[in-house]
């Protein structure tokens, strides 16, 4: 298994423009999810999806979208960028939104905007 | 969400046990305890998860107060490896989020 995997691994963008972080799990689960991460902070929750066709807000929202057409993939659109979502960005994914399952994490794409 | 207060460092030498203190005084009787820690310039990993009872495996030991208002992750020899922020976190087992806070920043001294 590869586990999760993201693309890019690094991306500069200049403010207003648009783009896609890419994620992609190959063990069949449920919930997937996206976090940011700020320098020096915690991961704060964008995103997530507990199946196919279902997504939901985390705490952090604005400024993304998502979809999830199928049950491997869970890309994050970045609608117009500003230089405030310079961040790491983690996508996740666990077996069940239910049951003390663990999340398996990507290597995460770091992002600059300029 | 329950919240959870650990230290925001600590410092340990290499080879000897390490506690990680984590308290959770508002737990409800349906979270469990999720430990993860996340190496320098890596995503989190999994380190351990409990409800009531100890919980062991290969990384680490999770103890739980008996009236779970705290929980402690033990490293039983830490190693230079181990230097990362270790997260604990409650999640209600019926379906919630991961909430992750601020942590605590081990530096193991070599």
């Known amino acids: 298994n590869a586990g999760v995997t993201q693309t890019p691994k690094f991306q500069v963008l200049k403010t207003g423009q648009s783009m896609t972080l890419q994620c992609a799990q190959d063990m069949n689960h449920e919930y997937m999810s996206w976090y940011r991460q700020d320098p020096g902070m915690g991961l704060r929750l964008i995103h997530y999806s507990v199946g196919a066709g279902i997504t939901d807000q985390g705490e952090v929202p604005n400024g993304y979208n998502v979809s999830r057409s199928t049950t491997e993939d869970f890309p994050l659109r970045l609608l117009s960028a500003a230089p405030s979502q310079t961040s790491v960005y983690f996508c996740?994914?666990?077996?069940?939104?239910?049951?003390?399952?663990?999340?398996?994490f990507g290597p995460g794409t770091r992002l600059t905007v300029t | 969400d329950a919240k959870t207060t650990q230290p925001n460092s600590m410092e340990s030498n290499e080879e000897e046990p390490v506690h990680l203190p984590c308290n959770h005084s508002?737990?409800?009787?349906?979270?469990?305890i999720h430990w993860y820690r996340q190496l320098p310039s890596q995503g989190p990993e999994y380190v351990i998860h409990?409800?009531?009872s100890n919980v062991n495996n290969r990384m680490a030991s999770l103890a739980i107060a008996e009236d779970r208002k705290s929980s402690t992750l033990i490293l039983h020899r830490a190693t230079l490896r181990d230097a990362a922020v270790y997260y604990c976190?409650?999640?209600?087992?019926?379906?919630?989020?991961?909430?992750f806070g601020p942590g605590t920043r081990l530096s193991v001294l070599p």
């Open positions: 409990g409800l009531t």
């Open positions: 996740a994914s666990s077996y069940s939104y239910r049951g003390p399952y663990e999340q398996y």
């Open positions: 508002t737990i409800s009787g349906t979270d469990y």
């Open positions: 976190i409650l999640r209600d087992n019926y379906g919630q989020n991961f909430v």
